[in-house]
């Protein structure tokens, strides 16, 4: 199961330093979080293939990388059935649960109810 704190990054991180938290974690992507924890976007595997193709270097920070449009989930609007339908439709395992300030609250996963 994941945790909150297992799929958070700093823009700051390296390319190679979110290939081994996707590994890690199983997860296929990860959200990029300020230091005040305000979500500024998600990074997947996809973006980061993307990246290397254009010969990026590895150890190139990821801020110019992720994407800055997430999906996300207003922790005053949680309906669960449209949750579930919206994780299926993007086939992802989880979505970040934000507050009206955009901060991070928590993550609901595809197993919640």
């Given at each position: 199961?994941?945790?909150?704190?297992?799929?958070?990054?700093?823009?700051?991180?390296?390319?190679?330093?979110?290939?081994?938290?996707?590994d890690l974690?199983?997860?296929?992507?990860?959200?990029?979080?300020?230091?005040k924890n305000?979500?500024?976007?998600?990074?997947?595997?996809?973006?980061?293939?993307?990246?290397?193709?254009?010969?990026?270097?590895?150890?190139?920070?990821?801020?110019?990388?992720?994407?800055?449009?997430?999906?996300?989930?207003?922790?005053?609007?949680?309906?669960?059935?449209?949750?579930?339908?919206?994780?299926?439709k993007l086939?992802?395992?989880?979505?970040?649960?934000?507050?009206?300030?955009?901060?991070?609250?928590?993550?609901?996963?595809?197993?919640?109810?």
């Amino acid at each position: 199961m994941l945790k909150l704190s297992s799929v958070k990054v700093s823009p700051s991180i390296s390319i190679k330093s979110v290939l081994k938290k996707l590994d890690l974690t199983g997860a296929k992507y990860l959200l990029v979080v300020s230091a005040k924890n305000k979500l500024l976007g998600t990074i997947s595997d996809g973006d980061i293939r993307r990246a290397l193709l254009k010969s990026i270097n590895l150890d190139s920070k990821i801020t110019n990388l992720f994407n800055k449009s997430p999906t996300y989930i207003d922790s005053e609007n949680l309906n669960h059935s449209k949750i579930k339908k919206n994780l299926k439709k993007l086939q992802i395992s989880y979505l970040p649960i934000l507050d009206r300030d955009f901060k991070l609250v928590d993550i609901y996963l595809e197993n919640d109810s």
